[in-house]
């Protein structure tokens, strides 16, 4: 960083005085805290971590030091919930994101699916633009089969997310149809799911850690081993375990 584009010290400085004023706020904060998710704790911590981040920022473009303190991420917390005690009504919220990375397969598949609903006379013509194929598509598949799919599509996967929120009533027929997504209150979330290939990269770089890869298996490759003693497989699911069966790769859940 050039001298021009660096901080001053009075800067530096006052970005420490927040740091302080943040923490007198978030300890009187937990200190009155009405109960285990109270909003103005949760409010407080992301006040204190905003303030060290800046100030973090600050001294390392200053002096070129760091802080020693790490902000552990809230990517996995939700915000305190705010819903009914007893959900009896839900809302379910989707997003997948994807990228059309073969337009010209995209287009093909779209107009086969358009040649089969006109009778296959191939006069459809409704599958001429990728805008006019993803229509196609979209609406002779359900999300869940484009999603399995997606690369018989031309499309790519990209980040997903599932949001079960609470309602206080169920709504009326067609009653938010005009604005669909005006009511996703992050406080109303009973559990969310989400799919992306950043939880990998995570596993990627901490999977290994801690592995002893000296382990001595103690085999004899002269001696045979038992007919017996491989047919005691245990082919039951450990029920600790049983949350984890089906769920894709790279997913992360949070719920309450």
């Known amino acids: 960083m050039?001298?021009?584009?660096?901080?001053?010290?009075?800067e530096v400085r006052a970005a420490a005085e927040a740091v302080k004023t943040a923490l007198d706020r978030h300890l009187a904060a937990v200190e009155r805290r009405s109960g285990e998710d109270d909003p103005a704790v949760y409010e407080a911590f992301n006040e204190l971590a905003a303030a060290a981040e800046e100030y973090d920022?600050?001294?390392?473009?200053?002096?070129?030091?760091?802080?020693?303190?790490?902000?552990?991420?809230?990517?996995?917390?939700?915000?305190?919930?705010?819903?009914?005690?007893?959900?009896?009504?839900?809302?379910?919220?989707?997003?997948?994101?994807?990228?059309?990375?073969?337009?010209?397969?995209?287009?093909?598949?779209?107009?086969?699916?358009?040649?089969?609903?006109?009778?296959?006379?191939?006069g459809a013509g409704s599958a001429d633009t990728v805008h006019s194929a993803l229509g196609v598509l979209f609406g002779e598949f359900e999300p869940d089969e484009i999603s399995s799919r997606h690369k018989e599509f031309g499309l790519e996967e990209g980040d997903s997310t599932l949001w079960v929120t609470a309602v206080d009533t169920p709504a009326e027929p067609g009653e938010w149809l005009d604005a669909p997504f005006d009511q996703a209150d992050p406080h109303r979330v009973v559990c969310r799911f989400?799919?992306?290939?950043?939880?990998?990269?995570?596993?990627?770089?901490?999977?290994?850690?801690?592995?002893?890869?000296d382990v001595d298996m103690d085999i004899d490759p002269d001696v045979p081993v038992p007919l017996d003693d491989t047919d005691d497989t245990d082919d039951t699911v450990d029920t600790e375990d049983a949350d984890d069966v089906g769920r894709p790769s790279g997913a992360r859940q949070a719920g309450r």
Request: overall charge negative; cysteine-free.
């Open 2 to 10: 050039s001298d021009a584009a660096q901080p001053t010290a009075a």
């Open 57 to 122: 920022e600050l001294l390392y473009d200053r002096y070129d030091e760091v802080t020693p303190f790490e902000i552990p991420g809230t990517d996995d917390a939700l915000p305190p919930y705010q819903g009914p005690d007893e959900a009896n009504a839900l809302s379910v919220l989707l997003r997948r994101d994807y990228t059309v990375v073969e337009p010209q397969r995209l287009l093909a598949q779209a107009q086969r699916v358009a040649d089969l609903e006109a009778g296959g006379t191939g």
């Open 194 to 213: 989400d799919v992306s290939v950043v939880f990998d990269d995570e596993l990627d770089d901490d999977g290994l850690e801690g592995l002893d890869t």
